[in-house]
């Protein structure tokens, strides 16, 4: 895993791969279920899919360049 940013994302994550993401410089953010950062959204597994698609979508949308028809 390399990383491309001068600041690290804060991300939330599967339990698992905590120590690898901490290791590339990641900051692991452990009490949210899903942690939005620019266009990045992520989620700590299978289980917080419902608030992963739902701040996935808001977030998506809200910064879109283009208007939402309807």
């Not at 895993?1 to 994302?9: C, H, L, V, Y």
């Not at 953010?29 to 917080?48: F, I, K, M, Y």
């Amino acid at each position: 895993m390399t990383r491309r940013r001068a600041r690290p994302p804060p991300v939330t994550s599967w339990p698992g791969i905590c120590t690898d993401l901490c290791n590339v410089g990641v900051e692991i953010v452990a009490d949210q279920e899903v942690v939005v950062d620019g266009q990045l959204v992520t989620s700590r597994g299978p289980a917080g899919l419902p608030a992963f698609c739902a701040a996935a979508v808001v977030e998506q949308f809200a910064r879109a360049h283009y208007p939402i028809p309807g």
